[in-house]
């Protein structure tokens, strides 16, 4: 797999769309930390590792997030800075996702943060993807 954070999401966006509570996830540290971000911004409901015997097979279990209607958290999420093609931006051009609505998950030199964060602290970064 060329994309592992891609397949993620893919697998976040196919889940929502399909009313599934819960979805597992092959393991690694950035994908922890972007789903560990997207609960401590309120789109998805929890995170949590399943440890295996070996890391190889190590897994995280992601609980997808409803209204009281049934209507999922996440509408859309989309890879913006791909393998082949990466998106930097500056605390300036930072971009706002339907007017502060939506959250975008900037990869700094501080670790991972949305976008607002960024801006507030003024650091830039790549854009990995966009959520509303």
Not at 106 to 123: F, Y
Request: positive net charge.
């Amino acid at each position: 797999m060329s994309d592992p954070i891609s397949d993620m999401l893919t697998r976040i966006r196919n889940a929502s769309l399909t009313n599934k509570e819960k979805i597992r996830v092959p393991y690694s540290r950035l994908k922890f930390e972007i789903a560990r971000l997207l609960e401590k911004e309120g789109w998805i409901e929890r995170v949590k590792v399943i440890k295996a015997k070996k890391i190889s097979e190590t897994e995280m279990e992601i609980k997808l997030k409803y209204s009281a209607e049934g209507k999922p958290a996440i509408s859309e999420i989309r890879r913006i800075s791909r393998p082949g093609r990466r998106i930097y931006q500056n605390h300036l051009k930072m971009p706002k996702i339907l007017n502060g609505f939506g959250m975008a998950i900037i990869s700094t030199s501080l670790g991972l943060m949305s976008d607002k964060e960024a801006r507030k602290r003024k650091v830039g970064g790549e854009v990995i993807c966009e959520i509303w």
